[in-house]
């Protein structure tokens, strides 16, 4: 008898993209196998992201979109899981009656074992909630993370039998315990929870093992793994240098820091562990301190400038990223224009930002000041133009330059290869396909606003 088929579509951050993997890794020990397409499955499962309500919203339209599918296939089975499904629950099936299950992101390692019995013709699951199990754990085999850096999704899961991916998430905590004033996250995914070191190490060295060359260890707020109290027991400095220690493991990366969590032993690693790379993401969220206090973020500006320039003189080189909200409750134009100008002040290379929304369950969902849609829409524009700027500068700046390129696969034309130099800068050049998961050393002779083009200067097959 052929086994059954799962697609699973994939929203949101790296987290998701990490629990789509483990859910896959799990139904294949089922016997499910992955289908390349929604056509395909007999059980589609939408994994979703409820940060933002946009977001949330898209997911609700591909779910509604899947009806016809289900109409042309009456016995294919509906599921979604993440943190609209923790959020909205039995909602889900009011307004998407033609859903079979729904699951919260701390019930994944349930589904399996549900799919074996569950039919088209019986009333829907919902599983919301912490897990029955002490710590949320689901007693699977080891988990099998996803690559694709900055996915947002949809996205499929593709089999993860054989080789792993040259670049790998690895989640070493769940949940958050900050509570900041505009996020719904510590409500859906509960509070930190830290996973054994040894644990981590065995997955860490599995991935190496098989070929995942570049690892990026996933926390909501990843720099306090193993704070007192929490699961693990040891510290983040401590478990990425033994992690850096890995043979075989060219590339060490992880996100996302909270500036109020990051030790000076942490800003010491930059430029200390050779394959720790040259970039950092680092969430500001806004260049107010009465907003900043207003978000919860416990750090100031003058507090958050002091952690970079420590940062920098660690690592002369380091690049860093960030997030912003524009137009959060009660944010005067001033306010805003303070915001703009730490873009000019820190020189990101890169930020992620967005037009504040209000989201259930949250402390800024409560509060007065409003900023109208339109004048979000149009702080955020000037935002992005000002960092579209700062970030063409620095390409600018890049060319003639020679990079190591982590080649993870091949360009939109022929003959064209695609990779991340160590400070994340995708680099685009020729080259033979052979140089895919291998390091390439890249002149950089044009610059381009997402990306910066290169001329094949030589190439490391065998790593660093």
Same mark, same amino acid.
């Given at each position: 008898?052929?086994?059954?088929?799962?697609?699973?579509?994939?929203?949101?951050?790296?987290?998701?993209?990490?629990?789509?993997?483990?859910?896959?890794?799990?139904?294949?020990?089922?016997? %499910?196998?992955?289908?390349?397409?929604?056509?395909?499955?007999?059980?589609?499962?939408?994994?979703?992201?409820?940060?933002?309500?946009?977001?949330?919203?898209?997911?609700?339209?591909?779910?509604?979109?899947?009806?016809?599918?289900?109409?042309?296939?009456?016995?294919?089975?509906?599921?979604?899981?993440?943190?609209?499904?923790?959020?909205?629950?039995?909602?889900?099936?009011?307004?998407?009656? %033609?859903?079979?299950?729904?699951?919260?992101?701390?019930?994944?390692?349930?589904?399996?074992?549900?799919?074996?019995?569950?039919?088209?013709?019986?009333?829907?699951?919902?599983?919301?909630?912490?897990?029955?199990?002490?710590?949320?754990?689901?007693?699977?085999?080891?988990?099998?993370?996803?690559?694709?850096?900055?996915?947002?999704?949809?996205?499929?899961?593709?089999?993860?039998?054989?080789?792993?991916?040259?670049?790998?998430?690895? =989640?070493?905590?769940?949940?958050?315990?900050?509570?900041?004033?505009?996020?719904?996250?510590?409500?859906?995914?509960?509070?930190?929870?830290?996973?054994?070191?040894?644990?981590?190490?065995?997955?860490?060295?599995?991935?190496?093992?098989?070929?995942?060359?570049?690892?990026?260890?996933?926390?909501?707020?990843?720099?306090?793994?193993?704070?007192?109290?929490?699961?693990?027991?040891?510290?983040?400095?401590?478990?990425?240098?033994?992690?850096?220690?890995?043979?075989?493991?060219?590339?060490?990366?992880?996100?996302?820091?909270?500036?109020?969590?990051?030790?000076?032993?942490?800003?010491?690693?930059?430029?200390?562990?050779?394959?720790?790379?040259?970039?950092?993401?680092?969430?500001?969220?806004?260049?107010?301190?009465?907003?900043?206090?207003?978000?919860?973020?416990?750090?100031?500006?003058?507090?958050?400038?002091?952690?970079?320039?420590?940062?920098?003189?660690?690592?002369?080189?380091?690049?860093?990223? =960030?997030?912003?909200?524009?137009?959060?409750?009660?944010?005067?134009?001033?306010?805003?224009?303070?915001?703009?100008?730490?873009?000019?002040?820190?020189?990101?290379?890169?930020?992620?930002?967005?037009?504040?929304?209000?989201?259930?369950?949250?402390?800024?969902?409560?509060?007065?000041?409003?900023?109208?849609?339109?004048?979000?829409?149009?702080?955020?524009?000037?935002?992005?133009?000002?960092?579209?700027?700062?970030?063409?500068?620095?390409?600018?700046?890049?060319?003639?330059?020679?990079?190591?390129?982590?080649?993870?696969?091949?360009?939109?034309?022929?003959?064209?290869?695609?990779?991340?130099?160590?400070?994340?800068?995708?680099?685009?050049?020729?080259?033979?396909? %052979?140089?895919?998961?291998?390091?390439?050393?890249?002149?950089?002779?044009?610059? %381009?606003?997402?990306?910066?083009?290169?001329?094949?200067?030589?190439?490391?097959?065998?790593?660093?």
């Amino acid at each position: 008898m052929p086994s059954k088929s799962l697609y699973i579509a994939t929203y949101g951050c790296q987290m998701n993209v990490y629990d789509s993997g483990r859910l896959g890794s799990l139904m294949r020990q089922k016997g %499910w196998a992955m289908a390349e397409s929604q056509d395909q499955a007999d059980f589609i499962f939408v994994n979703t992201c409820s940060i933002r309500e946009k977001a949330a919203r898209r997911v609700i339209g591909h779910l509604k979109r899947l009806r016809a599918l289900k109409l042309k296939n009456p016995d294919l089975l509906l599921g979604v899981g993440g943190c609209v499904a923790e959020q909205e629950g039995r909602r889900l099936i009011e307004e998407v009656p %033609w859903l079979n299950l729904v699951a919260g992101p701390a019930r994944l390692g349930e589904i399996p074992e549900i799919m074996e019995t569950l039919s088209a013709d019986m009333p829907p699951v919902v599983l919301a909630g912490p897990s029955p199990e002490a710590h949320g754990r689901d007693g699977g085999p080891p988990l099998v993370p996803m690559a694709a850096a900055g996915q947002v999704g949809p996205s499929r899961v593709p089999d993860q039998k054989g080789p792993a991916p040259i670049s790998s998430f690895l =989640t070493i905590m769940s949940g958050c315990d900050n509570y900041c004033a505009y996020c719904v996250v510590p409500y859906l995914r509960g509070p930190e929870i830290s996973r054994p070191r040894e644990e981590i190490l065995e997955e860490a060295r599995d991935l190496v093992g098989r070929g995942g060359v570049e690892l990026t260890l996933l926390g909501q707020n990843v720099n306090s793994y193993g704070r007192p109290g929490h699961r693990g027991g040891e510290d983040f400095v401590s478990l990425l240098e033994e992690v850096s220690r890995i043979p075989g493991l060219w590339r060490l990366r992880f996100t996302t820091s909270h500036p109020k969590d990051f030790p000076p032993s942490l800003v010491g690693l930059f430029g200390k562990l050779p394959n720790l790379c040259e970039h950092l993401h680092l969430p500001l969220q806004a260049g107010s301190d009465r907003i900043l206090e207003a978000m919860g973020r416990r750090y100031s500006k003058t507090r958050y400038l002091e952690l970079v320039a420590c940062l920098r003189k660690s690592c002369p080189g380091l690049a860093l990223s =960030t997030d912003i909200i524009v137009g959060f409750p009660g944010e005067t134009e001033e306010e805003f224009l303070e915001t703009v100008a730490m873009l000019e002040t820190v020189g990101f290379d890169s930020i992620f930002s967005f037009k504040y929304s209000d989201r259930p369950m949250t402390k800024a969902n409560l509060l007065p000041g409003k900023i109208p849609e339109e004048e979000k829409a149009r702080r955020l524009s000037f935002l992005q133009a000002t960092q579209k700027a700062i970030t063409m500068a620095k390409h600018q700046s890049m060319v003639g330059r020679t990079l190591e390129v982590l080649v993870f696969g091949l360009g939109r034309r022929p003959g064209q290869l695609s990779g991340r130099a160590r400070d994340m800068s995708l680099v685009n050049f020729d080259g033979p396909a %052979w140089l895919v998961g291998r390091l390439a050393m890249v002149d950089i002779i044009e610059a %381009w606003p997402v990306s910066l083009i290169g001329r094949l200067a030589g190439t490391n097959g065998d790593g660093p």
